[in-house]
């Protein structure tokens, strides 16, 4: 298929973050399958990040904190105190987590690799207080997250942070704990209604005996394991864990869900039942090979028709990460981006809930996007953001409001090279050719006439930054 711009830049904000004037203009002398052959050539091998000190994996919030209050010869409010600092330092480490990996998705060249990551991200939902299990779990997404589904749902399982989580440290065989064995079957594979309560419960005595020892690693306890018959989608075994999660594999619906979830996130909210019908059969068939599945899509006509073209409204991370891919920008304040996705209601490493983030619609309100249009001037004037984030009761988040961070005075932007790919053009020439390449929409001419009015001391900047308010720019 020969490319054009328009499919270009839909390809590259949905496959990843977005990408440069420059950049989009190299790829259309190319044909479209090479650009979608150079994404997933680009995500071939896996970075992980390196900011947490594995070391510290033996030490989880609970072992911490019981190792300050058995220290007899502090006092009680010393006690209090140090294990406030440790908790405020997790804290400070799971953002220099946070901040790392928006750099690495703004930057790689493993675009791919990392829009799958923060796909993942949210389809495993989950929270840990351990800054050594969260980046473990991070880098487990990343380097799974373009390989077998059954490699990535096997080792999440086994996952310090997931298992604490979701409390199958618990799970034992004289009192089963269901949470582990609910979610995985709502939540990570067959989606609500695909399984029974017995199934769950069948399911939850599998599971016994999974859990993680001092030094983060996975650990089976056989005294703690639930080795008696169990039936579960109407087969009987003595099914272990792993058992459990071939069946739940084995299921066509995990499929359809997957499929399902993986097309409203890098297609379109509305999921088209046909399409569905027909990729999740051969998604299955292919043994949950998430990279054929992605390439499947990203090389078939229908992800470019319109209709699906500038439809998303960008979420929190995706906006300040495609600021970072389009302009070559780079944040050099931590506390910065830590605020505007506390302000906008995506702090990575903290979902809302199992569920994560519901996207779609839910991402603006009259609020948030009169600070989306605000935040472009912001961050390329290095101007102080005057926007309360709202607090919203999570000791884990709040911090983030009471910190100062709304001042963008590191934010580094090369304007020169930014403009090489408009050189010569001015006026209507050059607003016209700036809004083909940032927006998803075309510009109405009443909206052009405007920019084109606007007092100006750099063409350039000044259009470029006019075009980033329009509400347009929030879809991608």
């Not at 711009?5 to 002398?29: D, I, M, N, T, V």
């Not at 075994?237 to 997957?258: I, Q, V, Y």
């Not at 389009?326 to 506390?342: A, E, M, P, R, W």
């Not at 290095?382 to 009471?402: I, P």
Request: hydrophobic letters at 35%.
């Amino acid at each position: 298929m020969k490319s054009n711009l328009s499919q270009l830049k839909h390809l590259y904000l949905r496959a990843g973050f977005g990408a440069s004037p420059a950049a989009l203009q190299e790829a259309s002398r190319h044909s479209l399958s090479k650009a979608v052959n150079h994404l997933f050539e680009d995500s071939q091998t896996s970075s992980p990040l390196h900011v947490a000190d594995p070391q510290q994996l033996g030490y989880t919030r609970k072992t911490l904190l019981e190792m300050v209050m058995q220290r007899d010869s502090l006092s009680q409010d010393q006690r209090k105190q140090m294990a406030q600092q440790i908790l405020r330092e997790n804290r400070e480490q799971i953002g220099d987590i946070n901040y790392a990996w928006v750099n690495q998705m703004g930057s790689g060249k493993e675009a791919l690799r990392e829009k799958m990551t923060l796909f993942w991200h949210g389809h495993f939902a989950c929270r840990s207080l351990n800054p050594a299990y969260v980046q473990k779990q991070n880098n487990v997404l990343r380097e799974n997250a373009l390989g077998k589904f059954g490699d990535l749902l096997g080792a999440i399982s086994k996952d310090p942070a997931m298992l604490q989580f979701l409390n199958n440290q618990q799970n034992r065989k004289q009192s089963p704990n269901e949470n582990f064995a609910r979610e995985v079957m709502e939540l990570f594979t067959l989606g609500r209604g695909n399984y029974t309560e017995k199934d769950i419960k069948e399911a939850a005595r599998s599971f016994t005996g999974w859990g993680f020892n001092g030094r983060g690693e996975f650990v089976f306890r056989k005294n703690q394991h639930d080795n008696g018959p169990k039936t579960i989608f109407g087969k009987t075994g003595n099914f272990s864990g792993e058992d459990t999660l071939n069946l739940l594999l084995e299921r066509p619906e995990t499929a359809t869900f997957l499929v399902t979830k993986i097309y409203r996130f890098f297609v379109n909210d509305q999921p088209d039942q046909a399409i569905i019908n027909h990729l999740a059969p051969r998604f299955h068939q292919k043994e949950y090979d998430i990279s054929w599945l992605m390439k499947e899509i990203f090389s078939s006509d229908w992800f470019y028709d319109p209709r699906n073209i500038g439809t998303k409204i960008k979420s929190p991370v995706e906006f300040l990460v495609g600021l970072q891919r389009t302009f070559g920008l780079t944040y050099g304040s931590k506390q910065s981006v830590l605020y505007i996705q506390k302000a906008l209601d995506q702090v990575l490493f903290y979902p809302p809930n199992v569920a994560g983030w519901p996207g779609g619609t839910a991402w603006i309100d009259s609020s948030s996007l009169l600070l989306r249009m605000k935040l472009p001037e912001v961050i390329f004037n290095s101007a102080e953001l005057n926007f309360k984030a709202k607090a919203d009761g999570d000791v884990n988040t709040d911090y983030l409001t009471q910190k100062k961070g709304r001042q963008f005075e590191q934010a580094e932007l090369n304007w020169q090279a930014f403009g090489t790919a408009f050189e010569g053009l001015q006026g209507e020439a050059l607003v016209t050719a700036l809004s083909t390449h940032l927006l998803q929409r075309p510009l109405r001419s009443a909206q052009q006439n405007l920019i084109l009015k606007r007092k100006k001391e750099s063409e350039l900047k000044d259009y470029t930054l006019a075009l980033l308010t329009l509400p347009e720019y929030q879809l991608g």
